[in-house]
């Protein structure tokens, strides 16, 4: 139904001058074969050997603006499928990363359906009223909140997951709220954000009050300061980054502190830290690497691979892509925990096959294990070699 509105809307307002229509999305499936770690099946129970996982998502997004206001919605679906779900593995988790496709849910616009062996979403995942007035932007309802320059850890920015490193792109996570944009100058600019509060008796996945302010301030062509602060699920947060640019690269820098809980829950404070480089080497050839640290909490359970895609707290993440012809692209990403020594490699190559339709081949291999007294969640990751076709419209 959500489907057919936005098309409605779209063929409908079209009719008019004054309006600006459009629908877009994406639709992909996939399927893999997974090897299991060792150490899962002994020392997590996860025994299970190897196992094929399919899966089949995308996105439909329409959107229309008149006179300085906008109406934009995106519905996303998602359907798995594999023997892995019977026995609730964890596995399944990674490979469906991000999870939660709402970070801050107040009103549930979604439709799920589990059963022996699948699971299917039907998600609302943005759905807002924007209105622009001279220097200022008022945005009320699901939104997408976009900043932050990591693409595989990204601190300063806990409303939005990364997914540099995941099977799955063309995703967003939508938080209900309201924001306040106001274009102080031409290089000051300042969001304010009232996110949703949901802590009555009864509601599943309770979440609390976010007040947060992100300004972002460019100094020069080259350089950029960005800031964070605010309390969001309970710990107040203060946080930063800097972008320094060159002809054909970047240097960024990012820091988050985090309090202990507020309301003296059992916690602890945390640290996120990262730097970041990125260049445009040759034509064909583009180089990323990240590098920090993520504070182990000592208090998460092995559930936090939903929340962070590898369970690492030292990291370095080095990410290449190189055109080998205008259709085909390989790429290659090494992960490393510095202190455990957990490392993962990602292999990509992918295919333009024309008309808006890509092939892909991946695999994703931990090549050495973690010291097994640091991350126990290190051996849930698995070893996996898949295919992926992928059409945008």
């Known amino acids: 139904m959500i489907a057919i509105f936005l098309l409605f809307l779209s063929f409908s307002f079209k009719t008019f001058a004054k309006f600006d229509a459009d629908i877009s999305g994406n639709l992909e499936g996939q399927g893999r074969h997974s090897w299991n770690n060792e150490d899962a099946k002994k020392d997590l129970m996860q025994d299970w050997d190897d196992e094929d996982f399919y899966l089949i998502y995308g996105n439909l997004d329409g959107k229309v603006e008149i006179n300085g206001s906008r109406l934009e919605a995106n519905v996303f679906a998602r359907h798995s499928k594999s023997d892995l779900y019977e026995n609730d593995y964890i596995a399944p988790q990674i490979f469906t990363f991000p999870n939660k496709l709402v970070a ?34 008022f945005m009320v ?10 693409e595989i850890f990204n601190p300063i920015n806990p409303f939005n997951q990364p997914t540099g490193l995941t099977a799955i792109s ?3 996570q ?42 972002e301030y460019q100094f020069s062509d080259k ?28 240097v960024f820098m990012q820091t ?39 504070k182990l909490n000592r208090y998460a359970n092995l559930n936090t691979l939903s929340e962070r895609f590898l369970p690492t707290e030292y990291f370095i993440a080095i990410a290449n892509q190189y055109e080998i012809h205008p259709l085909v692209k390989i790429t290659g990403t090494f992960v490393n925990d510095v202190k455990s020594g957990f490392t993962y490699f990602i292999a990509r190559n992918t295919f333009d096959l024309g008309h808006g339709t890509e092939a892909e081949i991946f695999g994703y291999i931990p090549v050495a294990k973690g010291d097994k007294f ?20």
């Open 104 to 137: 801050r849910d107040v009103f549930k616009l979604q439709h799920k359906k589990e059963v022996q062996d699948s699971r299917t979403e039907l998600i609302l995942n943005k759905l807002y009223y924007e209105w622009d007035y001279e220097e200022h932007r």
């Open 141 to 150: 309802g699901r939104i997408y909140i976009n900043y932050g320059l990591g």
């Open 170 to 172: 063309q995703v967003a």
């Open 174 to 215: 939508g938080n209900d709220g309201f924001n306040f944009t106001f274009f102080v100058s031409d290089k000051y600019t300042v969001d304010f954000f009232l996110l949703g509060d949901k802590s009555v008796n009864g509601y599943e996945g309770q979440i609390d009050r976010t007040l947060w302010v992100h300004g």
């Open 223 to 250: 350089l950029q300061f960005d800031y964070v602060i605010g309390e969001d699920q309970k710990r107040d947060k203060l946080g930063a980054q800097v972008r320094y640019s060159f002809t054909e690269a970047m």
């Open 256 to 294: 988050l502190f985090q309090t202990d809980y507020v309301n003296n829950e059992e916690s602890h404070p945390l640290w996120d830290m990262m730097i970041g480089y990125d260049q445009q080497i040759m034509n064909k050839w583009h180089i990323r690497a990240e590098g920090g640290y993520q």
């Open 374 to 393: 640091s991350y126990p969640a290190q051996k849930l990751v698995t070893t996996d070699i898949g295919m992926a076709l992928r059409t945008f419209f």
